[in-house]
Structure formats: C-alpha cells, structure tokens
C-alpha cells in the first residue's frame, strides 16, 4: 500500500505559543484515520499546519505527501497535490456562486477546462444525496448557511474535488446528528481503495458508522497512543486521563 | 455663532458642518467658582498646575475664554495606583454659577487609574471646559463623566486625550443635557497596542440642542478605537452627531468601530448624523453601524403584555440600551444610580 | 505574503481617438455670447434661450461646493461647451458618416441594438447622431428621442417637466448645465405601457478641451414601467474634459423605473453629473451605477420619495484607480408616508485611488412609517489609497427605521486561505472576491452588461514577491 501523507517531528506555533511539539503520523491509500484528544490538544491546529494557513508558523519537522515534499508549499498547492481540509466554519464569500466557486476549484485542481453541464450534472447527483436544498448551489458561497447547510456544503466540495486525502476537521459540530449523518453519508460516497481519510474529532459518535482502522489521541502537541477502532469506545468510556498522566509519567 | 466643526466638511445646507448657536449662549463674565470637592487625590494633586494649551477648538469667544479666563485649573500627576477612584465633584448653585476650568490627568507609565467627573446642580449653570488625559506607556484609564443640570444650562466641553503604547482609555461620558450641550472629544492613538474607548449617553428633552463632534485617531499599529454613543430625545430635543474613526498611514492590524443609537421618544424630536470612516491604512478593520427611531413596537406590546404601562415599558427598553453602554462601569453602584438618574430623566408625557 | 498587484482597469478599448473633425467647435470659455450663440446654432424657442441666460447668472452667483475634491483645476476658460459633429441626426446607421459609426461598432452600440434593446440613442460631442426605436412601441405611443427634437416636437410636455425635478439653482454646475446643455434624450412612456426591453443612450465625448452637457428627460406615467440605460466613455486627453450633464426623471404613479449607468469616462474627465428622480405613489426608482472612469467624478443620484408607498433602491460601485477621486453615492428624501429605501453601495481603491462614500437620507416629518436601510462597503487593495465614508442622516419624524452599516478594509486573509485550499491561486482568490464583491451590481444589470462590467474590472492579478 502506497503511502500518502508523512508528517514527521512536526512542530508549531501561533504567535509565540507552541501548539505541536513534534508530531508523527502516516497515512496510506484505503486508510481511515481518527484523531482524538482533548480541548487544546492540537487537532485544528493539525489540518491547518499541513495546509500552511498563514496564522500559524511551522518551526521544525517535514510534511511529505504522495512522496513530494510539501512542508513549505503553497496554500493551493497543497490542494492541487490532492489534499482536502473541510473547515469548522468556512469562510463566507459574497457574490461568488457555490456551483461557480466548485467548478473553478475543480479546474485549477485537474487543471483543465471542466464541462459545464457534465459538471452540473454529477453536482446536482451528490447535492441530491446530501439532501442539500434545491437552490443552495446557486447561492452565495456559505452566506446565510445555517451549520447543517455549511457542513453540507463541505463535504459537496469533497466529492466534487475527489482528493487523494480528506481531511475533516469535525471538533466543533461533531454531535450534530444531522452533520453526523451528513459527513457519514460524504465518507461512504468518497471513500475508495485508493484514497484515505482522517477525520478529526472530539465525539466518538461519528465513528460508529464507519469502518476505522486507526485511532490516535493528541495531547498536548503530540500523538501519545495509537490503536485500532476499539481504542475510541475506550475514550467514551474513561475520556483522556489516562493517556494526559501516562504523558506526564513519560 | 458656529461652534464644533465636523473634521471633514459635507454639503453646507444639511446643517451639521458645525453648530450654529445664539451668541447669547456665550457669557463674558465670569464668577468665581469655589465649589469644588476633591475625593481620594491628595497625593497626585499638584497645586502648583498651571494653565494649559489645548489645540482642540470649539469656535467663538469659548477657546479664549478657556484660557484666559478660566476659574479653575486642576492638575493631576498620577504615579501610582489605587483602589478608590479619584473624584471632582463641581456642584453649581447660586453663588457658582459659571465654571471656566481646565483638568489635566497624567497617568504615568504602568498606573491603574479610575476618575470620576461629576458637574451638577439645580441653577442654570455655564460651563467651558476641557478635560486632558495622557495616558504613559502601559497604562489604564477609566473615566465617568458625568453632566446633570436641572435648569436650562449651557455645556460647552473638550476633551483632548492622547493614548500611547500598550495603554488603554476608556471613558463614560453620561449627558443629562439640558439647553446647551456642546461637547468635542478628541483621542490620539498614538502607540502601538493602544485602546481608546467612548461610551456615551445621552437624555435630552425641552428644546435642548446636543451637538456631539467625536474623533479618535489611530496612529499606532494593533490598535483599536471604538466611539458607542446611546442617546434618547424628548419633546423639542435636536441632536447633531459627528463620529470620525481616521485610520492614519501606518495603523496596520487595527480596528476601529462606531455605533451610534437615537432613540427618539417624540414626534417632535429631530436627530441628525454624520458618522464617518475614513481610511489611508489597507489592513485595519473598520465598521459603523447607525440606527434611529422610536423603540420598537413589537418589543413595547412584549413588555406590556407582562403588566408594564407603555411608559414604563418604553423606559424599560430605553434604560435597557443604557445599560449595555454602561455595562463594563468600574464602579458597579454608580453603573444602577445612573440608571435610575436616567429612569427618572425619562418621566414625560407621550 | 507575496504582494499582489492588481492591473488598471483596461480602458484601452474606450481610448481610440478619432480626429478632431467637427462641423463646429464654439470658442472657449463662457459667456453670455456664447450662450445665445448656442442657442441660435440650435434653431430654440425663446423660453429655451431665457432658462439659458437666467441659469448663467446663477452659475456666476453660485460658489464652488466648500466640500468633496479639488476643482481647481477646472477653468472654464479652457473649455468649449459646444461642439457639433459632422452630422444630423439619423436614424438608420448606415447614413451616420463613417468615422463616427466605427466608433460606436467599437463600442458595441449597434449590435446591442440588434440584439436586445428596444430604442437606441447616441450622442457624439455635444449632438446627437443617432436616434431609433422599434415600431411596436412607437405604436404604443412611446416616445424616445433626442431633446432637441422634444423640444421642437412636443413643447408642451418638454414645457411642464424641463428644470421641474432639478431646478437651475441646485448647485453651480446644474446652473451651468442649464446655459449650455446640448444633446441627451427624451422618453414619455403612456400610461400602462410595460416595455420588455431596455433602452439605451449612448454618450461619447472624442473631442479635447470641451465639455458634454446633454439632458435627459423621462416620464414614465402611471403604471407604466422602462429600464433605461446609459453609457458614456471617452478617449483619453492630457487636459481636463468636463461632463455636466443632468437627468430628469418622473416616476408617476403606480410606475416604476430602473436607471443603469455604466460610467467609464477617461481619466481626464471631471465627472460632475446631477440625476434627479421624482417618485409619486406606489412608484419604483431603481438606480444601478458603476462608476469607472473619471478624474474626479462627483455623482449621486437621489430619490424624491413624493408619493405615499413610494420605494427606491440604489446599487452602485465605484473602481478608483490611479490618479482617481471618485466621491460618489446617493441621496434620498423621504416625504410621504410608508416611503422605504434601500441602498447598497461599494467601492474598491487601488493605486493611491480616493473612493468615498458620500450621502444623504432625510425623512421630513411628514414621512411616517418609513424606512431605510443603507450598507456600504470600501475595499482597499492596497496601502497608498484611501476609502472614506461620509454618510449623513437627518431625522424629523420618529415613526421610522433608519439603519446604516459601514465597513471598510482589505481583503481577508481567512477568506483567501479558504479559496487556496480548494486549489485556487492567491492571485485567483483574490480576484474571485473582488468579483464576488462586484456581483450585486453586475447581476442587476443585463447579462450583456455585466460582462462588459467585469471586462472593466478586468483583474488580471500578476503576483510579484514584494
């Protein structure tokens, strides 16, 4: 199995205060990945480092995906590489159609000319499937979403992208049951042999349905354990304690 | 005589470039004024103070007035902290009608420090002041302002305020106006990480004319400049506002906001206004929002639908938006005697 | 970051010349001689020539506004105010003179015709070259024509409307206007009359030094509703150009009009335009305006909310690019009851650009029940411009709602990382915002337009590590 994503020694900060302190993961093709750990562990701060969002800095480590080293690339080119990052809460772009904002991206992504009704066809397919309202992939890009709408909205973009990697950043609306159906229901559609997923969460309830084959726990800036799915039901029932003292013994 | 002008000039005939006033607004002479109280200073006091130059003009004789003339000249050098707040009562009444008084507040670096400013009395009183506070590097400034005059009275004051790195200012300024309310404020954010905030309240009813002319000036980077102004206005009440947020060459990562409230609680009550936002700096965040009317109905048939009478209902609401302008006061006792100053300044017939 | 520049505004498809080739070009400067001179060149009738020479001593009364940018430049003794072409009026394209046709085929004047409006007008200097409506509506009793044919044609309605909205004394430049106004066009739509499409008048301004001075004139009576638009361009000179033009509109009852301009003079133009529209009950008064073009422009178009359930709406843009001062925005009185407005204004500044934000809502006591709600939004795109907000309000009633948001800024860097995520360049982001942010304006106007729109902003952003 070819290897994706390699994050190695990885560290970070925001202004002046370090957030990861030397974290290690790798993730092949067919993988779905958890990560868990507690409040201001690092598990946003993760997605958004591998990206290079410009509010925090990369001081020490590498980032490798599908063998090409991408720890100082660009915002974009991280994307064209084949990464997706679902947002907690996604930017609100007025006058800037969804379908429209979709169909660029997914030209600059496969760099070529995306044909306009084969295209609003499969969207109109996977909004239909997402059960997003009829009219929402002619509105303004996130204005005036409700949460429920936003998620959908993301997970829409996912598919229509079809990354190698999707990265789903859930910590904030991951008890929602409906956003819980919805992300369950993108996964199902996306997920193929050939592409992985790591799903970031607090909730162990997204993970029952589906079929997760590691569970890390993040705390305090680094991976302290790794273990399979039951490792998740473990956290529902003690929560992080253990594994905060077992750091501290350590 | 044309008093206040607004920084920058807009059409002439929409009447608000300045505030035009009766010459007889202004008194030639003056009396003295001994009725002074001064709590919890007597350290910072300097007695030896002398008169001060300030650049902020309100316009006609008031500027010269002011320093040549004045009765009063308060001077506080505050090096330390402390817990109680330094308070300057000026209580008019027959004999100290007139007040021409100047009051400077240097904060030094690093100081904590809490005033309270407080002109009342029951005669028609005359006011001309300025008001001066410098606040050092790393320092904190509270402020209430308070003006309330049973009588019909001229208010003519300035406030000039400098707010340099990592210091913060915030000052409450509460108008009970009543006649002649003409009043200037002026900050410069000077330093980098530097706060300046004015919260103010209004009431005005009679035939009172309040002219509020509001600036601050970010110079600093990461700074951040907010001018929140409340005002309710009964029977005959005008109210000009003039809000300028100027975000100067250099400012980057600052924010500034205005917001501005006019309630009007009479069909005869007039409000006009001219916030502005003006902008040489790309990466500041700068916002305004204004709104004016009469309380909401919907909210009024709420309220009186718990056993509230319209009047009280409308207080209710009024005092409600007070409070939110008046939420972060230092002291949390004077905060609801305000609120019932203000509940009280509301009884009026609709 | 790398900086990002974003280029000027193209205006090399506006900026062909033609020669200076007229049948007539009055002397600079101005005054009482050349006033008459103007009017006897036009063949007028006396009242024409009286509103002329009293609206010239207004103008020398009037003083020059204390506020706004600089007019000094402009000296009215370097400018010709009247300046004829090498033509009459015609009314198919084929008789218009060669020269002057090419400019409009450039300018996409006579296909637009061909393909989606219903009457076409077209000015050329201080006259109008070109003037045609469909049958169907002629038969409807529209009328649409050049001014100068109204006031000849029909003087009576030209007599009890002319100077009616915008009075002569406004300001110094209407009073200007009104001495040696010359051109603009004339539109009656009868009661009931819906017209499907819209119509256009075209203003092009080739020749140096002078000034363009038309008016427009529309009534849409009751119940009747139009969609007018109006375009202006001009090549680029190195001395000052003046447009003075003036819009009248009536708005009767129960009618509604929308009023679209898509302004891109050339950046010597001193841009100092009054539009009035006078709205009766259950009337609409729609305005859409870009604002390119121009040195200086001082435009704002205002509503006068006349009528009981009168309505307008204002949606404008301003592009300020080098060298610019566009101050511009809107005005709006409310005078009847159950009167609302709605204005959603924006503006972009770049290059040491000035955009500002400049109006005015009264709501005089006899409006009740009214409301108005205004939203305006300055981006800047760099950090050697400046974006000013000026708005004021004048309350005189309690019985309303008036809101006002502001905000000014730059683009948000959030919004950028959420656009490169999805693999769009940050030059690409950029300018899918600022797109975005133009798109209230461009999705009121005709899909023809708002692709002209966005030609004009046409930003192709070039990164440059800086």
Known sequence: MKTLLKVKSLKAKVGEKEILKGLNLEIKEGEVHVIMGPN????????????????????????????????????????????????????EISGVSVFNFIKTAKGKIENKNINYFDFKEEMQKNAKALKMKGDLVNRELNVGFSGGEKKKNEILQMLELSPKLAILDETDSGLDVDAIKTVSKGIEMFKTEKNAVLIITHSCKILQALKVDFVHILVDGKIVYTGNASLAKEIEENGYEKFEAGKKNA | MRLNNSPILTTRNYGINDAKVDDSVFCQEITPFENIIIENADSFFNKNAKKISFSKKIGGDFDLQLSQNNNAVLNFEIDKSQENPICISFKFDENNKMLVEQIVFNIKENVDAKLIVSLSGEVDAYHN???????????????????????????????????????????????????????????????????SILNCVYVAGGKTFVDLNFEQDVFGKKSEASIQTVGALLAEARKHFKGTINFEKGCKKSSGSEDELCLLLSKNAKSKALPMLLCT???????????????????????????????????????????????????????????DLVDRKLNYEE | MPKTKVKEINQNIYDFKNQDNFDFKMKKGLSEEIVREISKKKVEPEWVLDIRLKALEVYHKLDLPIWGPDLSELNMDEISTYVKPKTDKKESWEDVPEEIKDTFDKLGIPKAEHEYLAGVGAQYDSEVVYHSIKNSLLKQGVIYTDFDSAIRDYPELVKEYFTKCVPLFDHKFIALHYAVFSGGSFVYVPKGVKLEMPLQSYFRLNSPESGQFEHTLIIVDEGASLHFIEGC?????????????????????????RYSTIENWSKNMLNLNTKKAIVEKDAKMEWVSGSFGSKISMLYPMSILKGENSKTEFTGISFAGKGQNLDNGFKVVHLAPNTSSVVSSRSLSKSGGVATYRSLVSILPEATNSRCSITCD???????????????????????????????????????????????????????IVRGFANPISKELPLEYAV?????????LEGSIG
């Open chain 3, 233 to 257: 361009s001009a090549p680029k000179y190195n001395k000052v150009n003046l447009h003075a033009g003036c819009v009248e509109l009536f708005v009767k009852e129960g009618a509604s009009l």
């Open chain 3, 378 to 432: 300055g981006l800047m795109l760099d950090d050697i411009s400046r974006s000013d907000t000026i708005p004021f309000s004048n309350v005189e009633v309690d019985d309303v709602e008036i809101s006002h948001e502001a905000k000014v800024g730059k683009i948000s860097e959030k919004a950028i990382f959420y656009l490169m995520s999805r693999g769009l360049s940050e030059e690409d982001a950029k300018a899918m």
């Open chain 2, 281 to 339: 700096e790309e990466d500041v965040d700068g916002k305004h929002a204004s709104s004016v009317g009469k309380v909401s109905e919907k909210e009024l048939f709420y309220i009186m639908s718990r056993g509230f009478s319209r009047q009280d209902a409308i207080k209710l609401v009024v005092k409600a938006k007070f409070n939110i302008v008046l939420e972060n006061l230092f002291d949390v006792k004077l905060k609801q005697k305000l609120i």
């Open chain 3, 452 to 460: 002209e729109m966005n030609r004009l902003i046409n930003l192709e």
């Open chain 2, 129 to 195: 002041g300025i008001v001066k506070i410098n606040c050092e590097k790393n320092s904190k400034a509270e402020m209430l302002f308070i003006t309330d005059f049973e009588k019909e009275s001229v208010n003519v004051l300035r406030f000039e305020n400098s707010v340099d790195e990592a210091s913060k200012l915030k000052v409450s300024l509460v108008d009970f106006a009543n006649g002649h309310s003409i009043i200037n404020y002026y900050s410069k954010l000077n330093g980098d990480e530097s706060k």
């Open chain 1, 40 to 91: 201001g562990a690092g598990k946003s701060t993760l997605a958004n480092v591998i990206f290079n969002n410009p509010q925090f800095q990369k001081t020490a480590g590498s980032v490798f995906f599908d063998g090409k080293d991408i720890t100082n690339a660009k915002v974009d080119e991280i994307a064209k590489s084949g990464i997706f990052m679902s947002f907690q809460t996604p930017e």
